[in-house]
């Protein structure tokens, strides 16, 4: 019984290592091919107009590289395949601007 324990812990791992390596090959193949995502975002852009749903939030890349990657949904960074975080609008725009400096 230890050992379909293990197998399967190992087994899950392995299954999770495929998608994500199956997502950093998608990003691969946009760069390759210069396309950008829609994620990415002009550093001087007015944050509250990417907050589709006017809840007053954003979800944004929690590095400072990447301020500029801006969902009104949650998802992962295309840049560095991170979860992006849920910020208020007026913190991810500081974020945005900080990036600036």
Do not use: W
């Amino acid at each position: 019984m230890k050992y379909l324990y293990l197998v399967l812990f190992v087994f899950s791992f392995i299954l999770i290592g495929c998608s994500k390596q199956e997502n950093k090959s998608e990003l691969q193949q946009n760069k390759e091919n210069g396309q950008k995502s829609e994620l990415v975002r002009d550093d001087n852009v007015a944050v509250a107009s990417l907050d589709a749903n006017k809840d007053g939030n954003v979800y944004q890349c929690p590095m400072k590289e990447h301020y500029n990657v801006i969902s009104d949904e949650s998802g992962t960074c295309p840049l560095c395949m991170m979860d992006l975080k849920q910020e208020t609008d007026e913190v991810a725009q500081k974020n945005l601007d900080s990036k600036k400096e």
